[in-house]
Nanobody, 128 residues
Framework: VQLQASGGGLVQAGGSLRLSCAAS????????LGWFRQAPGKEREFVAG????????FIAVSVRGRFTISRDNAKNTVYLQMNVLKPEDTAAYFC??????????????????????WGQGTLVTVSS
């Protein structure tokens, strides 16, 4: 699967952005998808993950209550809605995917090395 992240930009603190991750290629095979971010000089950080059906999702504690993840498989797109943005949310945001290997499609993953396919980053800058 190929992934294309978009929707980043410059926003004031307290504002909102919605990131999109569009998938192409072998999108009919079930895959989980995660969002990660990486600020300059910092390690890549898990933000949110979602299962194939969307019924399973996991949001990092650092953004819980402000960010939500959703997906529309008909459009092969996963969204990251980011509200009440803070300067510390400034980072490059990446989406990543992993095909399921078993019969169940409800799991999500939060470690970067669990994902196989990565999109390019989209930059989010939050000004104070």
């Amino acid at each position: 699967v190929q992934l294309q992240a978009s929707g980043g930009g410059l926003v004031q603190a307290g504002g909102s952005l919605r990131l999109s991750c569009a998938a192409s290629g072998r999108t009919s095979s079930p895959y989980m998808l995660g969002w990660f971010r990486q600020a300059p000089g910092k390690e890549r950080e898990f933000v949110a993950g979602i299962s194939w059906s969307g019924a399973g999702s996991f949001i990092a504690v650092s953004v819980r209550g402000r960010f939500t993840i959703s997906r529309d498989n008909a459009k092969n797109t996963v969204y990251l809605q980011m509200n009440v943005l803070k300067p510390e949310d400034t980072a490059a945001y990446f989406c990543a995917a992993k095909y399921y290997t078993g019969p169940y499609y409800y799991a999500t993953a939060s470690e970067p090395n669990e994902y196989v396919y990565w999109g390019q980053g989209t930059l989010v800058t939050v000004s104070s």
